[in-house]
């Protein structure tokens, strides 16, 4: 509302240090689509200016997580970058094994491998592979995150505002963070992240998702999310 009044993007009032940032699909790589569709998808992504992919792993059958990052990976090429989100599947063996089999696909980030509140392990996992580990999104406090970052338990810090309590946990998080020279990919409501990840001073991920789009009858203060190139640019608007 201040914001508002003031007739400044939410970003510009928090006082950001960047005003563009590189978004990151997640709505084409679900546990349920085929393989096949998942080369669709990531092409669609990519022609329509996003600039990540990012799958979900943690099938029954690791196998098949392997192939499924395997083909998408060779479809576009090593330029695009790649993620994958275990979303708490793993214990710490088949996170241990698996984690190393990904390390030749050249991913940004292997996302919650294992259980949200398992500080130690991430941090045994970011410390042993080249590969960057992200978690944080499930965390319910600025204090939480605090102790994850602590722990070194991930390279990319995933809070999410409204999980963490709101703006002011998030933005508390993300000082501790800066601080300790992690990098930043917020989860889920890209609207809002997209300001506030604004205010960090490190290049940040934004993640898109298709459905949260808004309409195509114009944009508000948070920037026109009907064209995802410009996403991350909205803090602008």
Not at 72 to 99: F, S, Y
Not at 101 to 123: K, V, Y
Not at 211 to 237: F, H, I, K, M, N
Request: aromatic letters at 8%.
């Amino acid at each position: 509302m201040r914001a508002r009044r003031v007739g400044l993007s939410f970003s510009k009032l928090l006082g950001s240090q960047c005003d563009s940032g590189r978004c990151y699909n997640t709505s084409g790589g679900f546990l349920h689509t085929p393989i096949d569709q998942l080369v669709v998808n990531a092409s669609a992504s990519i022609g329509r200016g996003i600039g990540g992919i990012k799958l979900k792993v943690g099938q029954p059958d690791s196998k098949l997580d392997i192939r499924r990052v395997e083909t998408v990976r060779k479809h576009p090429g090593d330029d695009v970058p790649l993620m994958v989100d275990a979303n708490q599947q793993w214990e710490w063996p088949t996170a241990q094994r698996i984690c190393r089999i990904f390390e030749q696909f050249n991913l940004i980030w292997i996302e919650e491998p294992l259980d949200a509140c398992d500080n130690e392990g991430h941090a045994a996992l970011a410390a042993t592979f080249d590969t960057p580990i992200g978690t944080g999104e499930m965390l319910t406090s600025a204090a939480e995150h605090g102790d994850l970052i602590r722990h070194r338990a991930a390279d990319y810090l995933m809070p999410d505002a409204p999980c963490v309590g709101g703006i002011t946990p998030f933005l508390k998080s993300a000082a501790q963070a800066k601080q300790a020279g992690l990098m930043l990919a917020p989860h889920f409501a890209m609207v809002l992240h997209v300001h506030l990840g604004a205010v960090y001073a490190t290049e940040l991920w934004v993640e898109h998702f298709d459905w949260l789009q808004r309409p195509s009858a114009g944009a508000d203060a948070a920037g026109d999310w009907t064209q995802p190139e410009r996403a991350v640019q909205g803090v602008d608007a």
